[in-house]
């Protein structure tokens, strides 16, 4: 799987847009963007996921570039529950029975009053 | 619908003992995952299993890790001897069939674990 970069920390005030970035400039045709998220003390959470188009679900958006190199997940409005650690993971489309998750170190998030 | 169950939370033993970690996936999914989450990493896949096989066992320390899945539901993880390094999260998830391209994979609150 590719090889995302994406910075270690972020600080956004609550009720503000985060924005959070990562770059994934190997992607191949077949792997998909997937973020998760992990609060303090509990699992990896699913966040939302893409492949070349634009995604949007109840809790983020995902803007992804058409070159596809990079993309950028979107908390329209963060509160202090979204302080997390953001994971964003490139994964093969389909690998038979194998659908490994490989996670890097992630963005940690704080969302501040 | 309830989540990913794992027991216990939280363990202390001394190096050199042995210890065993249960997880319960989600009700109906075929494929479950162990990982271990060292501080300040993200989780790193041990085992995957489909149903009671395993599909991918490759980052398993096998001289010392063990794992198992009876019946394809519940699912235990051993270690013995366990090593200082040992210390970590150790999370459970699971999903609905692990062969689809879009599939999600739901994790259980992990168990903390420090060796002593």
């Known amino acids: 799987d590719a090889k995302t970069t994406q910075p270690p920390s972020m600080d956004c005030a609550e009720g503000r847009a985060a924005n959070l970035p990562c770059n994934h400039s190997?992607?191949?045709?077949?792997?998909?963007v997937y973020w998760y998220r992990q609060i303090h003390s509990q699992g990896p959470q699913y966040i939302i996921h893409?492949?070349?188009n634009n995604e949007t679900n109840e809790m983020a958006s995902l803007i992804i570039t058409e070159d596809r190199k990079s993309s950028t997940l979107i908390l329209p409005h963060a509160t202090l529950r979204d302080t997390a650690v953001y994971y964003c993971?490139?994964?093969?489309?389909?690998?038979?029975?194998?659908?490994?998750?490989?996670f890097g170190t992630g963005t940690r998030l704080q969302v501040t009053l | 619908e309830a989540g990913v169950a794992q027991s216990p939370r939280y363990k202390i033993i001394e190096k050199r003992q042995s210890v065993a970690f249960w997880c319960n996936p989600i009700?109906?999914?075929?494929?479950l995952y162990w990982y271990q989450q060292i501080l300040g990493q993200g989780p790193k896949l041990l085992i995957q299993?489909?149903?009671?096989?395993?599909?991918?066992d490759s980052q398993l320390p096998k001289d010392r890790f063990s794992a198992e899945r009876l019946k394809g539901v519940d699912s235990t993880l051993k270690i013995q001897p366990a090593k200082l390094e040992d210390s970590a999260v150790y999370l459970c998830?699971?999903?609905?069939?692990?062969?689809?391209?879009?599939?999600?994979?739901?994790f259980g609150p992990g168990t903390r674990l420090l060796v002593l």
């Open positions: 998830a699971s999903s609905l069939r692990g062969t689809a391209e879009q599939e999600t994979q739901y």
């Open positions: 190997t992607i191949s045709g077949n792997e998909y």
């Open positions: 893409g492949l070349k």
């Open positions: 993971i490139v994964r093969v489309a389909w690998t038979g029975t194998a659908s490994k998750l490989t």
């Open positions: 009700s109906g999914h075929a494929t």
């Open positions: 299993f489909q149903n009671n096989g395993v599909v991918d």
